[in-house]
């Protein structure tokens, strides 16, 4: 399906976690982040992941781009385990808004964006980013030169969007990406989401505390 010119949307894909276990050992002694957990994710699905803090979601979410290894258990993206996989392919396709956005505060915003199409030496790097800025409500440029320390909260998790969404990911993974926000900009921001889902239908896991 060509949704721009010049640019293919990637296939949507299938997740899923069985049984998966994760502690912590730490000085104070063993800490249980995911204790038998199973989830699927249908393909082009979005999974919201609700639960008080600490109840293990930022850890199940990275179960699936490999940054965590569970102890025991198996996670799969399109139906391969991801154990047995590249983990940096894996993470150039499964896209990734991190809790505080993650963005590299020593980059512009329109580096920070290209980044994995870069990574990736794409020779459509520059326009992937122009579509993923004009997606989040950036595309006249206006934030292009600034560094994320120069943007407000809400900003920067619009350009975190961005720069998951210019890679074309199969899956996205969400780590409370509306949180610590007003009101009115997390209103803004879930319209955002919405209308991208509309466009890009990716397969997403959501963590937020918010029932829209
Ligand atoms: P949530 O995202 O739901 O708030 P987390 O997945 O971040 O929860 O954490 C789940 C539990 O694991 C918490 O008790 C947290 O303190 C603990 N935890 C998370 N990461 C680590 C770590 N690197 N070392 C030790 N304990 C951790
Ligand atoms: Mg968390």
């Known amino acids: 399906m060509v949704e721009a010119p010049g640019l ?4 949507t894909v299938s997740l899923s976690a069985r049984g998966v276990i994760k502690r912590y050992t730490t000085r104070s002694g063993t800490v249980s982040a995911l204790d038998g957990v199973s989830i699927d994710v249908a393909s082009g ?11 293990g979601k930022t850890t199940l979410l990275r179960c699936f781009n490999r940054l965590i290894t569970p102890d025991a258990g198996s996670v799969r993206v399109d139906d391969v385990d991801v154990s047995t ?6 993470r150039r396709r ?10 590299m505060p020593h980059w512009t915003v329109r580096r ?6 870069w990574l990736r030496a794409s020779p459509n790097a520059e326009s992937a980013a122009t579509d993923a ?6 595309g006249d440029g206006t934030f292009d030169a600034r560094y994320p320390v120069q943007l407000s909260g809400g900003q920067r ?15 996205l993974l969400l780590d409370e ?16 989401f919405a209308s991208i889902r509309r466009r890009r239908p990716v397969t997403c896991v959501l963590v937020t505390h918010d029932l829209f």
């Open 157 to 171: 998790q619009r350009v975190a969007m961005a720069r998951a969404l210019a890679a074309h990911p199969n899956v």
């Open 177 to 192: 990406p509306f949180g610590a926000l007003d009101a009115i900009t997390r209103a803004d921001l879930q319209e955002m």
């Open 85 to 90: 996989t590249d983990a940096v392919a894996l």
């Open 112 to 117: 920070n964006v290209e980044l994995v199409p």
């Open 8 to 11: 293919v949307v990637a296939p």
């Open 94 to 103: 499964v896209g990734y808004v991190m809790q505080e956005g993650g963005l």
């Open 133 to 138: 800025m004009a997606l989040v409500g950036f």
């Open 45 to 55: 699905e979005c999974v919201a992941l609700v639960g008080e803090s600490g109840s």
